[in-house]
């Protein structure tokens, strides 16, 4: 193939083709995707002395505060048959994953301004990216989770292979909620202001130091429950150390969340990415 034949021409004037066009373009330019994630590791704690450890330490100091203050509170109510350790890191890492995701997705495309204004890059490469560091960083935190189990828990079961699908599935919800914000936020920065104190919200609204035992029979019980970052959280907890076995509407819940939220966004960001780019 001759450089000719090889060479990509961008048609500002080439319509979308809504859904497709957005997927074609993660799969086209995955390689970049690979460089962006791997900037986002290695520039983060670039100067930093731990480096990527941090990774891992920044969640485990909020656990050991947590654990220290809630221990024996939460600890000890309902019937709880793994470790309070073991049940706080998991709630944290997901919560965690969900709300850096979350935000670095949605604020991605206008951090990346100085990038866009110069070269045509897809925005929505630049979405996907950041949600997947926040994968990464997820997977890294794992390692001391496996390691709680495995000493205080009664030991890692066989649905530990299982873990993939929830981390996926979440990314895909991560993605789908961050173009989103991202569409709005290059009309109005407030959104991004917005979107963290409602990811925050979320958070509250999962038994992630709490469990759900404290709001049961309530009508709170619904709320936590139409969360759809419950059922990844409990789902989680059952395939990564055998936690109470979830209803079967969880795992409906958790595949059709992130299906929605992941076609919703990609639809959302095809039908304004002319007006997002021109914006910026």
């Known amino acids: ?28 330019y995955r390689g970049l995707i690979r460089l962006l994630v791997t900037r986002d590791l290695t520039v983060r704690y670039k100067r930093s002395v731990l480096g990527v450890w941090w990774t891992i330490l920044n969640p485990m100091l909020t656990i050991a505060v947590l654990w220290v203050v809630f221990s024996n509170i939460f600890g000890r ?51 996907l990216a950041t949600a997947v560091a926040a994968a990464t960083h997820f997977v890294l935190s794992l390692l001391p989770l496996f390691i709680m189990v495995l000493v205080l828990g009664p030991g890692i079961p066989w649905t530990v292979i299982l873990i993939p699908i929830p981390l996926v599935l ?48 309530t009508a709170a019980e619904y709320v936590v429950k139409a969360n759809p970052v419950y059922s990844f959280l409990v789902i989680f907890r059952w395939w990564v150390y055998g936690g109470p076995t979830p209803p079967a509407w969880t795992i409906g819940m958790m595949f059709g969340s992130a299906v929605l939220a992941l076609i919703f966004g990609v639809y959302v960001f095809s039908r304004n990415w002319r007006r997002v780019v021109s914006r910026l």
């Open 170 to 217: 979440l990314l895909m919800l991560i993605t789908g909620a961050g173009l989103v914000i991202a569409s709005a936020a290059v009309y109005f920065r407030d959104v991004l202001d917005i979107s963290r104190v409602v990811v925050q919200l979320f958070n509250y609204l999962i038994p992630t130091f709490w469990t759900i035992d404290f709001v049961e029979g």
């Open 77 to 127: 109510f309902g019937v709880m048959e793994e470790p309070y350790v073991v049940y706080l890191t998991a709630g944290i890492l997901i919560s965690t994953y969900f709300s850096q995701g979350v935000i670095a997705a949605g604020s991605a495309i206008v951090n990346s301004r100085n990038i866009l204004i110069k070269m045509y890059i897809p925005p929505e490469i630049f979405s």
């Open 1 to 28: 193939m001759t450089s000719a034949q090889s060479t990509v021409y961008y048609d500002s004037d080439l319509a979308r083709r809504p859904l497709i066009s957005e997927f074609q373009n993660f799969w086209r």
